[in-house]
């Protein structure tokens, strides 16, 4: 009998062969004689075989939108180096598939040595990919297919070595066989120590690779696998790498702020008592921060002023970091003019008047008195300017009760334009938690009230329950929605 010619069968077909034989561990070769055998045995001609065990009509056309959602989802190939790092990759094939991105795994000879093929296929349910002569799939050049029958090509960790042989067309190993075959977007994530990273041989190569139009994640600042080693070279974090590689496969989002200007606050701030205790509050500043990234998806040039916050600075955001109110308020002034002004910011409403310049004891005279004196108002004192004032300025008003009531008089007061406000009871954990409920207050011109006197009509508008992430997606599309009624 003939040997099975699988180059001439049509490409859809193809790809699910291989899809479903990388899922069985079996080469494209073995999964069709598999298949033909199950085919065989379910015809009613065939002996020992009954009728029922053939599918209907209706039953294969129920099977078929199955190769066809397979052949067409979002697919990666992941090459895995070999350094400490490799462990995060197993982190991040759970969250490529988190996004319905099917993954499959290549690793080097070095990468073995931390992680096994065995973990890498039960995280991706894919069979993994070790060896450049490997028979069960180079019968029909598998480097080619594993750089071809993808969307993109991730490397993580990017070695030094691994990314020596892509500047220089290195072709010894399955891993960079498939990198000099590829004709789909790369994504490196290095990963190395500091003084290789800053060797300038990795600079040249590095150079090369981004000329070369290869994209590339971090690396990060951080602490290294050695003792008492630190600086840059971690590899970044698994979500950043997925999150990247979301922005490449995906169509372009639309950038309905391109060319604004806006500036944010967020997070806390912390007046002084003394050298050692401070004034705070419980503002975790991941709903500004959300607000930022947002803002800068959508285009914008975005500025971020932070108080004392716990958290990683938003891709491509320009972030400032602060401590009290009056250095917020100044920082905010130089960093005008901008188009839009999103003032998060939980600032502290108050500080000591005369802060300690050693740290306050007790007496038996009792409790040191601590007079407090209100600190500047950074919502008001912007939405008032002559000059500089931001054409659309937005306050936050964070109560614990009669919300709607208390926000309507801090949109007259403050003078902004935009209010969101939401209930911080403890209760509703808003406050250092990841979901949030807002209402968004907004001046819809001048009515007149009672006496003939002319008020403001104040639009409200509540939200339903959404993550932090959702509520910040959300505003920044009703912002750019006003910015393209109002020009």
Known sequence: MASLTIRKLDDAVKAYLRLRSAGNGRSVEEEVRVILGELIQGRPDFPGSPSASMASPAEASARAPAIADAANQASVTLIIGGGIAAFKSLELIRRLKERRIEVRCVLTKAAQQFVTPLSASALSHERVYTDLFDPGSEFDAGHIRLARECDLIVVAPATADLMAKMAHGHADDLA????????????????????????????????????????????????????????????????????????????????????????????????????????????????????????????????????????????????????????????????????????????????????????????????????????????????????????????????????????????????????????????????????????LLQRAGKEIGAGNIAVDNIEVDSWPVMTKEQVATELVARIAKSLEKNS
């Open 176 to 439: 960079s066989a498939i990198l000099l075959a590829a004709d789909k977007p790369i994504l490196l994530a290095p990963a190395m120590n500091p003084l290789m990273w800053n060797n300038a041989a990795t600079r040249r190569n590095v150079l090369q690779l981004r000329r070369d139009g290869v994209t590339m994640i971090g690396p990060n600042a951080g602490e290294m696998a050695e003792t008492n080693e630190a600086g840059v070279g971690r590899m970044s974090e698994a979500v950043e790498i997925a999150a990247a590689a979301v922005d490449i496969l995906r169509p372009p989002r639309p950038r309905p702020l391109l060319g604004k200007r806006v500036l944010i606050t967020a997070g806390p701030t912390h007046e002084p008592i003394d050298p050692v205790r401070y004034i705070a509050n419980r503002s975790s500043g991941k709903q500004g921060f959300a607000i930022a990234a947002a803002a800068q998806a959508a285009g914008a040039d975005v500025t971020l002023v932070s108080g004392p916050v716990d958290l990683r600075d938003p891709a491509g955001v320009t972030v400032i970091r602060v401590e009290s109110a009056r250095d917020m308020l100044h920082r905010v002034e130089a960093a005008l003019p901008a188009d839009i002004a999103i003032f998060a910011a939980a600032v502290a409403d108050w500080r000591v008047a005369n802060e300690g310049e050693q740290k306050l004891k007790k007496t038996s005279a009792g409790m040191p008195p601590l007079q407090l004196v209100e600190n500047p108002d950074i919502l008001a004192t912007i939405s008032k300017m002559k000059d500089k004032r931001p054409p659309l300025v937005i306050g936050f008003a964070a109560e614990t009760e009669h919300l709607i009531e208390n926000a309507k008089a801090k949109i007259a007061r403050k003078g902004c334009d935009w209010i969101v406000a939401n209930d911080v009871s403890p209760a509703t954990g808003v406050m250092g938690g990841d979901r949030n409920t807002v209402h």
